[in-house]
């Protein structure tokens, strides 16, 4: 019997290692079919963006239940460590969630992650109880650092939040592989299902994927695929690739032959 290959975050196990972010949508009830199609049990949510106060408005929750499925709250839009830590505070007196993601941008037109910031929010947070995952550069002794600084996992950018072009620095994400022992997700920068696949063969534990999903022509069909991809990617991994070889290599045996 298969043993089961559960993805374990802050300790608590997850059979899907794809995490499915939930704007850009064009509504919520997209955004759940979509959630559903993907298999994914851990949602993002951005908190400044949640509508608390607008009673005629509809609500997430109301499409996505969060006693079935874990909501993952971040940060985005916040551009320093003072309106980021005040976010997560108050998105842990609203729903009590201290699984959070901390995401603090330096640079509007980019959006890169102010790693400054971005460490001493993490410092902050764990002392205060959070179990904090991170979106960080894909720089490996940052990484490290976020690490010691308590993180519960690094979510390094394979190539800029929405732009879709893939992972840029394999060499780096598989450095920061061998350099912590948290789970390392690919977080921004994932356009196609084979990006998932790739970043999962080279030993992450986890991706997240929005923008490849919420502006394809068939958001639904695109989280499907993401989540094949991811699985995919995963096996491939832990099966053990052959050695890569200059020369060719003759599938049929050279004994016995007629």
């Known amino acids: 019997m298969e043993k089961k290959d559960y993805f374990k975050i802050s300790n608590k196990n997850f059979s899907s290692r794809l995490i499915v972010g939930t704007g850009k949508y064009k509504n919520f009830s997209e955004c759940a079919k ?12 951005a908190v400044r963006r949640v509508n608390i106060v607008d009673k005629k408005k509809p609500l997430l929750m109301d499409y996505l239940n969060p006693k079935k499925i874990t909501y993952l709250p971040n940060t985005a839009g916040c551009f320093n460590s003072f309106d980021a830590l005040r976010t997560l505070r108050l998105a842990r007196e609203i729903g009590g969630w201290k699984l959070v993601k901390l995401e603090i941008l330096g640079d509007k037109k980019t959006l890169l992650p102010d790693m400054i910031e971005t460490l001493k929010s993490t410092e902050v947070l764990s002392k205060e109880g959070f179990k904090v995952m991170v979106y960080c550069s894909d720089d490996p002794l940052m990484a490290k650092r976020l690490e010691n600084a308590g993180a519960v996992a690094v979510m390094p950018l394979a190539a800029p939040i929405g732009s879709g072009l893939g992972i840029l620095n394999t060499v780096n994400i598989k450095l920061i592989k061998q350099k912590i022992k948290i789970p390392l997700l690919i977080d921004a920068g ?37 989540k094949f991809a991811v699985i995919a990617g995963r096996k491939s991994y832990i099966s053990g690739r052959m050695r890569k070889n200059f020369f060719g290599s003759a599938s049929s045996p050279k004994k016995g032959i007629i």
């Open 34 to 45: 979509a959630v559903k199609a993907s298999g994914a049990e851990i949602v993002t949510v």
């Open 190 to 226: 994932i356009g196609q299902a084979s990006d998932a696949t790739v970043a999962m063969e080279l030993g992450c534990d986890g991706v997240l994927v929005n923008t490849a999903i919420a502006k394809s022509k068939n958001p639904a069909e695109m989280a499907k695929a993401m």
